[in-house]
C-alpha cells in the first residue's frame, strides 16, 4: 500500500488571512499542531514529502520532533506561486500515484484512510461552507460520482485541495492544485468531511470540530 504512493503536503505559503504569523500549518488544533495531526494519519505511509517556503525552520523544527524520515522540499517561490507549484515540486521523482493535501487542511481520519486505501484517481469534495470556494459540478455515472467542472460561479461540491492522482499525467502550473486537474477531469469525487483553516473564524470551527470527535 505504502510502496505505491507519494503524498504531498503543501506548507509553503504565509498564511496572511488567518494573521497568526506563522504557517497555517503550524497552529495548535486542540492540543497539537495541524501538520502533526496530518502526519500521525499518514504514519503508514514511507514517502511522506512537505513543501516548505515561509519560516521553513519553523516547519522543520516541528516535523523533526515527531517523524524523522519527512522529505522536504524547497518552492523558494512562495510569494508568488500558488500551491499547485508547491505541488509539483513534491512529485519530483516521485511514486505512480501522487496525493495532494494542503497544510491547512483538516480531513475527517476515517475520510482520509478510504481515500489513501483507493488505488483510483478521485478528487475530495464536500459541501460548501467557506468563503468564496472553489465550486465543483459533478455528474452521476454507472462508476460513480464524477467532477466535470471546477468553478467560482456554480457547482454542488466545494473543491477541499485533497486529491488522488497518477504522476505521469499531471501537467504544469504556477497556480492552484485544481488547476493541475482540469485537463484530467471528469475524475471520480470521493465526498469528504472536512475543515479548511483560513481564518480566525475557520480556525474557532476546526478546533470545536476535533474536541467535538469530528463531529459537527
Known amino acids: ?13 504565509m498564511g496572511t488571512r488567518l494573521g497568526m504569523g506563522y ?16 502526519l500521525e494519519l499518514l504514519k503508514d505511509y514511507d514517502d511522506v514529502r512537505v513543501v516548505i517556503g515561509y519560516q521553513y525552520e519553523k516547519v522543520i523544527e516541528m516535523v523533526n520532533a515527531v517523524r524523522r524520515d519527512v522529505t522536504f ?13 508547491s505541488f509539483l515540486k513534491g512529485t519530483a521523482y516521485g511514486r505512480d500515484m501522487v496525493v495532494a493535501l494542503d497544510g491547512d487542511l483538516l480531513v475527517h481520519p476515517e475520510d482520509l484512510k478510504r481515500v489513501l486505501e483507493s488505488e ?12 468564496n470556494p472553489v465550486l465543483m459540478s459533478t455528474e452521476m455515472t454507472p462508476e460513480g460520482l464524477v467532477v466535470t467542472e471546477f468553478s467560482r ?9 485533497l486529491a488522488q492522482v497518477k504522476t505521469s ?20 469525487m470521493e465526498k469528504i468531511r472536512t475543515k479548511e483553516i483560513d481564518t480566525m473564524e475557520d480556525y474557532r470551527n476546526a478546533v470545536a470540530w476535533v474536541r467535538n470527535g469530528y463531529r459537527d
Open 1 to 13: 500500500m505504502s510502496a505505491s504512493k507519494t503524498i504531498v503536503i503543501s506548507c509553503a505559503g
Open 23 to 38: 504557517p497555517k500549518a503550524l497552529v495548535d488544533v486542540a492540543g497539537k499542531p495541524l501538520l502533526v495531526r496530518q
Open 73 to 85: 522540499v524547497f518552492n523558494h517561490e512562495y510569494k508568488t506561486t500558488g500551491t499547485g507549484a
Open 120 to 131: 483510483e484517481e478521485c478528487i475530495g469534495g464536500t459541501t460548501p461552507t467557506t468563503d
Open 153 to 161: 460561479d456554480k457547482g454542488e461540491y466545494e473543491w477541499t485541495g
Open 169 to 188: 499525467r499531471l501537467g504544469t502550473t504556477q497556480g492552484h492544485v485544481y488547476y493541475l486537474l482540469e485537463p484530467l477531469l471528469p475524475l471520480k
